[in-house]
């Protein structure tokens, strides 16, 4: 059997549990085409972040548990992008809090030419020290009085600055540069580590960033969550009062609400691969080019790339940032399905740990198995539980319904998620170390 072959039937088999899900409503893959389609949507977002984490991993070597806050800076641009304007945001504070930022940073502008212009010294640590003690009390006066009167606006509801009000699609690429741009802050300071202490710095800043976000009420409006974001189709309720849709419902024998779902999720469907076709094209495109050639060979020697000319920390700075931006955009994706942004959710379970193992699983420096493992671990993600419990009922048939065995058994599905990866990884790594579909 030819390598093309075994890969498709691998995906084709991906493709026909997520089938049995949405055709079987009894046994272990009890489900529906709701339930099936929801899976999916969310498999090819977490198929874009593998992928995004892949070009980091697979392509140069750069050890990223950061993810989880370049995931969520995708969320917060939906926020900024596509919401509303907060009515008397700008006037109250916002104004103040952008004056506020600008100060912010002309402070660290100017403490990096002083420290690059002057001699080292007292006078250089003395001109250093009054300038950020001045910058710092002066960007506070300005910026605690903003950010009063912007969460003073009717709390319950608003409380922040809002967004531009512009097409959620924007929202987009707006979350992979917004996550582009805190990768080039970060990789200018942190690429120079090695690979244990750049996870730990990735890790340490994206906790940062999800620290912020759950505090700074001004701009994501904090644990108290950003709901009802603009979709990028009819919501369900008003599919509900088309008279068009409904007919077209009753033709095919459907209830309105489950058509109204199906068919929201159907264009999520159609939209997230668009957008995964075309980054694993352009991936795909990148790996192929003299370019990917270049950042393999660093990955494999860096010592051997730098004698030939080639600026490594430039190159991984590089392939940092557009990782980071794919994983912006999956962010922004996710949360776009969502319909809500709670920053409370993000969680380096979810968004780290699950990530790699797909990467790992699927085939590092492989982009096709990074898509197939981002789609079949959150297919087990999301049905292990279920299918434990359905396996536990199985197994204590004969046993009484008020057994504590059988009950103490069924409290425990909870933690077959963890079971079930740590299982599909050891497996994975025992029969096929380089994945299931390795790279070549």
Not at 190 to 206: E, F, H, N, P
Not at 269 to 277: A, I, N, P
Request: charged share 10%; hydrophobic share 55%; with cysteine.
């Amino acid at each position: 059997m030819s390598e093309t072959v075994k890969h498709s039937l691998m995906f084709a088999f991906v493709g026909v549990l997520i089938i049995l899900d949405g055709t079987t409503s009894f046994g272990i893959f009890a489900g529906s085409w709701n339930s099936a389609l929801g899976i999916l949507n969310m498999g090819l977002v977490s198929a874009i972040m593998a992928l995004g984490v892949n070009l980091q991993w697979g392509f140069a070597g750069l050890f990223n548990v950061g993810i989880m806050g370049f995931t969520a800076l995708g969320g917060l641009a939906v926020v900024l992008v596509s919401s509303s304007p907060t009515p008397g945001a700008w006037s109250q504070g916002g104004i103040g809090i952008i004056m506020a930022l600008i100060l912010g940073a002309l402070t660290v502008v100017a403490a990096v030419f002083i420290t690059k212009n002057m001699t080292k010294g007292k006078p250089r640590v003395l001109a250093l020290t009054a300038l950020l003690i001045a910058g710092f009390f002066a960007y506070r006066a300005v910026f605690d009085p903003a950010v009063s009167g912007v969460e003073a606006i009717n709390p319950a509801l608003y409380g922040s600055l809002g967004g531009l009000g512009l097409p959620v699609l924007l929202a987009w690429p707006a979350g992979g540069l917004l996550a582009a741009g805190a990768a080039w802050l970060i990789g200018k300071t942190a690429l120079g580590l090695r690979s244990d202490y750049l996870a730990i710095a990735t890790l340490g800043i994206a906790e940062i960033i999800i620290a912020i976000m759950k505090n700074e009420d001004w701009l994501s409006r904090g644990v108290k969550n950003v709901v009802g974001l603009p979709r990028p189709m009819r919501k369900e309720i008003v599919l509900q009062e088309d008279p068009g849709f409904l007919d077209t419902a009753a033709s095919l024998g459907l209830d309105p609400v489950v058509a109204s779902t199906l068919y929201v999720k159907i264009t999520y469907s159609l939209l997230f691969t668009v957008v995964l076709l075309a980054l694993l094209w352009m991936a795909q495109m990148g790996l192929k080019s003299p370019w990917g050639r270049m950042m393999r060979a660093i990955r494999d020697n860096e010592v051997a790339a730098e004698a030939m000319g080639k600026n490594v920390t430039r190159r991984h700075l590089q392939i940092f940032v557009l990782g980071s931006a794919i994983c912006g955009v999956a962010g922004a994706m996710m949360t776009t399905l969502d319909g809500q942004l709670t920053p409370g959710t993000y969680n380096p379970l979810r968004f780290t740990f699950l990530i790699w193992v797909m990467v790992v699983v699927g085939g590092s420096g492989n982009n096709f198995g990074a898509v197939l493992g981002g789609i079949f671990i959150w297919f087990f993600w999301i049905k292990v539980e279920p299918m434990g419990a359905g396996l536990i009922n199985f197994v204590t048939y004969g046993l009484a319904e008020d057994s504590a065995l059988k009950l103490h058994l069924l409290d425990s599905t909870a933690h077959m998620r963890l079971f079930t990866m740590g299982l599909i990884l050891l497996l994975v790594l025992r029969f096929s170390p380089r994945g299931l579909i390795p790279e070549k």
